[in-house]
């Protein structure tokens, strides 16, 4: 039991690390512009979806993390997560690629026009409701704030008289940096996505290091750190722990030897699991010839990887609705090329 849970410690902390660099990240960006960037986006639903999409497509999960942390800012619409969603295939895309790159382009390409074509729809039916982006979800975005984040002057008298709050976000990046270094957490070797969260980290350091102590004490330290980290370190270790006993392959095994639209059902009802793991069982299966091509396509559909457990942390109902608007849609696909024979 102690293993289980320091191994799914793991996980939860790669997991909340990336969501905090990238919450950082994008705070940072907004005061130094004023929020111009974050404004145009906010008010192009369409480019909204398509970059949503295309970061969905990333194999991994560090794109749909950007997209939740996106939408935890109110700097994006719901129409956009649920085309990130339907795009990514999670670290499940890693082994299409190597088990048949072929038709993993070709999943990858459909799961990239579907989730444009559905992000659309979404966003049409939601226009009559006037979808409300602004403060009163997730953190606070300061519009009038402007944040000058590096000046040389205030860095060395800063750190003299170093405050608590800065103090606590350099040595926990240090400490979270120094456990990607000696493998005790992400992925083993040196991929692109421990890379990438080793360089975050010394952003990071970077940030904490210089900036001035109005905007690490209210911006990062109040509204990111205090509101946001123990919520999704603790949902993210909770779902990890639990996954642990949801035997998927019992469930799969019990449904396989029935007809072809059953199978089609387990495996949109398993993509609901926010974990990458229980979509390799219909991978594997495909990769062997025994499930067809459409209820891949529907598994990589609903599934999203660790993507949504973010959004598991921040509104359940937000999260129960986007997987339900993808469970339809692969549903409806998945049926429908299983009738054509696909």
Sequence with gaps: MQELLLETLRHALMITGFVMLMMVVVEYINVQNKNRWAEK???????????????????GCMGSFAVVSLYTHRMIRLAAVVAAMIATSGDEAFVMFALF??????????LFVVAILAGGIIHLLSKKKKEVLGPQ??????????????EKRIILPQLKRITFERSLLLFATTVFSLLLVLGVIGHEGWGWEKITLLAGGLFLLFVFLTVP?????????????????????????GAFVLLHFVQTEQLLGALVENNPYWILLAAVLIGIIPESGPHLVFVT?????LIPFSILLASSIVQDGHGMLPMLAESRKDFFLIKGINILIGL????????LGL
């Design 41 to 59: 986006l906010r008010h192009s639903p369409l480019m909204q979806i398509l970059m949503a999409a295309l970061l969905g497509i990333v194999p």
């Design 101 to 110: 790159p072929g038709k993993a382009l070709l999943i990858n390409g459909i």
């Design 137 to 150: 979800y997730g953190f606070v975005i300061h519009q009038k704030n402007y944040c000058k984040c590096f």
């Design 213 to 237: 102590e109005h905007f690490l004490k209210e911006h990062l330290y109040n509204h990111i750190i205090k509101k946001h980290f123990l919520r999704i370190m603790l949902w993210s270790w």
């Design 285 to 289: 299966l495909f990769s062997q010839q």
């Design 332 to 339: 409806v696909i998945g049926m429908l090329l299983l009738f």
